[in-house]
């Protein structure tokens, strides 16, 4: 079992930024890549970016592009995403995710094993 725990979610003003965390534990070694998500009221689970654990390469969807960015630090076993020029659609429970396995549809919330309890992220106007 993997656990993940985020953090680093708050109220923020538009234009602004955060940096949330994820830490992961447990089995750690069995993981091949993570992923951001987050989700709105009333709407779908969305997929923000994705990370492979190994060689770090990453993806992130249209939306973030530019403005978001993921990242990992594999020795204290913890991915990182940055937001910046936040705008108030933005505004959602951030989750992690971790995936055991390669897939192409990595932002497919289907693909991944495990999923951290989420952080708020509010973004005022």
């Known amino acids: 079992q993997v656990q993940l725990v985020e953090s680093g979610g708050g109220l923020v003003q538009a234009g602004g930024s955060l940096r949330l965390s994820c830490a992961a534990s447990?089995?750690?070694?069995?993981?091949?890549?993570m992923g951001w998500f987050r989700q709105a009221p009333g709407k779908e689970r969305e997929f923000v970016a994705a990370?492979?654990?190994?060689?770090?390469?990453?993806y992130h969807a249209d939306s973030g592009k530019g403005r978001f960015t993921i990242s990992r630090d594999n020795a204290k076993n913890t991915v990182y995403l940055q937001l910046s020029s936040l705008k108030p659609e933005d505004t959602a429970v951030y989750y992690c995710?971790?995936?055991?396995?390669?897939?192409?549809?990595?932002?497919?919330?289907?693909?991944?094993?495990?999923w951290g309890q989420g952080t708020q992220v509010t973004v005022s106007s």
């Open positions: 990370i492979t654990w190994s060689d770090g390469s990453t």
């Open positions: 447990g089995r750690t070694f069995s993981m091949y890549g």
């Open positions: 995710a971790a995936r055991n396995n390669y897939d192409l549809r990595r932002s497919s919330p289907r693909v991944y094993n495990y």
